[in-house]
């Protein structure tokens, strides 16, 4: 069991000790703590004030349990930093339960709990990505003391789409299927400067207009949009199993700017001139230092003598309004995430905005009325979370930082979270 420290300055209006055969129990008609900090395993918490009515410690192991309890200026974070949550007031109505898990970290386990103004912030994305999994085997003890990981797996950046023609064995969009539900529009300015032989420095300057039904997009739509001039060189379609956007210049074919894999469900869908929102996870940029397919880069998308070169891409001014109708579940963190359910939509009014550039820094933004959810086993640090109804909305903010296209860092700010049945589990060996 990983160990578990927690201090605070504590106010009680009387208590009962019962010490008989195997009963050994404590109990508070009311309890206050001011200050508490603790630490269970990677993660520590606090809050700067507690109140609990009928509390309730069992002295055998860890069991506490509350008739209600509410908490202000709660806040829990990973040792490593790799993430941090604050939360200005905490309402439990029906009261919270603290034992110790089957993995060997604290549980906290609550019929109903409300939050109040919750602030998340992640500084580093792929940092949280590279966190171990916890049920996968202990390394051996030469390996463990390794500094880095095997020469076959890469942390940073995320594995890049296989070559064309390579059967994938793991594309981003086949654990995305859930964008299959995600209905809406949304339009944006992209703007391509190239460097040219002959004809020198050239600029796209295009306002792109799409609509989304089940979760794709029809790129015809999206070609024949393009003003006249714009479209006479810009070349989109779908080539080698990759959805390729091109820039087309006389006596030299066709220079790819952007591709993006399609697996075998998106190829069929491709036929039918759409192409999924999930596929856009699997971008390549030739010549760009970001996710790229080392070897399928040479002659694979119009790369060929080396006949121009991509100075920036940006896609900006975004709007982006979508919904999630269908229930759709996410596997993700060692869990499971399923969004809506039969008597609520998954995402209400998500709204996107802001800019992307490659190569650069750029962000997006984003709110939303509400985000319906059913978490199942999720596992972020050291922290695993369980809930069979929990309700985001509304998002006043979600700002994701990117670098290139790659994103960085999110920063959630959501003005009430409620959940049902929610289970946390601090530590141990499930949590990470």
């Known amino acids: ?7 605070g300055n504590i106010r009680v209006d009387g208590f009962g000790l019962t010490l008989g055969g195997e009963t050994r129990r404590l109990d508070f008609p009311r309890a206050e703590i001011e200050g508490l900090r603790g630490e269970a395993g990677s993660v520590e918490y606090g809050a700067g004030d507690l109140s609990f ?8 192991g860890i069991e506490w349990s509350t008739e209600t309890a509410s908490a202000g200026r709660f806040w829990l974070r990973d040792k490593e930093g790799r993430y ?3 939360v200005a007031r905490v309402e439990l109505p029906h009261g919270v339960r603290v034992t110790r898990s089957a993995a060997g970290g604290v549980e906290l386990v609550a019929v109903h709990a409300s939050l109040a103004d919750v602030r998340l912030h992640i500084p580093d994305l792929a940092a949280l990505r590279r ?3 916890p049920d996968a085997p202990p390394p051996a003890a030469d390996a463990a003391r390794e500094p880095t990981p095997p020469p076959t797996r890469t942390p940073e950046p995320p594995p890049a789409p296989p070559p064309d023609g390579d059967s994938p064995p793991t594309l981003r969009q086949e654990r995305l299927r859930f964008l299959d539900a995600i209905g809406g529009g949304f339009g944006f300015t992209i703007k391509v400067v190239l460097d040219l032989p002959v004809l020198g420095s050239r600029t796209l300057d295009q306002t792109v207009k799409v609509e989304i039904k089940d979760g794709a997009f029809d790129y015809k739509k999206l070609d024949d949009g393009l003003t006249w001039l714009e479209g006479a060189f810009l070349d989109i379609g779908v080539e080698g199993g ?4 091109g820039y087309g210049v006389p006596l030299l074919g066709s220079k790819e700017i952007i591709s993006f894999a399609l697996d075998k469900d998106a190829s069929a869908t491709a036929a039918f001139d759409r192409i999924p929102l999930r596929s856009l996870a699997d971008f390549r940029i030739p010549g760009s230092s970001g996710r790229r397919a080392a070897s ?5 998308g119009g790369d060929k003598g080396n006949r121009g070169r991509l100075q920036s891409l940006t896609l900006g001014d975004l709007g982006v309004n979508l919904h999630m109708v269908a229930p759709r579940n996410l596997e993700t963190a060692g869990g499971t995430i399923r969004f809506g359910g039969e008597d609520a939509p998954g995402i209400v009014d998500l709204r996107i905005g802001g800019s992307l550039v490659q190569p650069g820094s750029g962000n997006l933004t984003a709110q939303a009325g509400a985000v319906d959810m059913t978490v199942k086993d999720v596992r972020i640090g050291g922290l695993q979370v369980t809930a069979d109804r929990l309700h985001l909305g509304p998002m006043d903010e979600l700002l994701v930082t990117f ?5 960085r860092s999110l920063t959630a700010v959501l ?3 409620t959940a049902t049945n929610l289970s946390l589990i601090l530590g141990g060996s499930r949590a990470g």
């Open 296 to 300: 399928a880069d040479k002659d694979k």
């Open 53 to 60: 009515e009928r509390l309730c410690g069992r002295l055998q």
């Open 403 to 407: 670098d290139g296209f790659t994103p």
């Open 84 to 86: 941090e949550l604050h």
């Open 242 to 245: 990759r959805f390729r956007v």
């Open 131 to 133: 966190s171990p999994e």
């Open 1 to 7: 069991m990983s160990e578990h420290h927690a201090q």
């Open 415 to 417: 003005h009430r979270v």
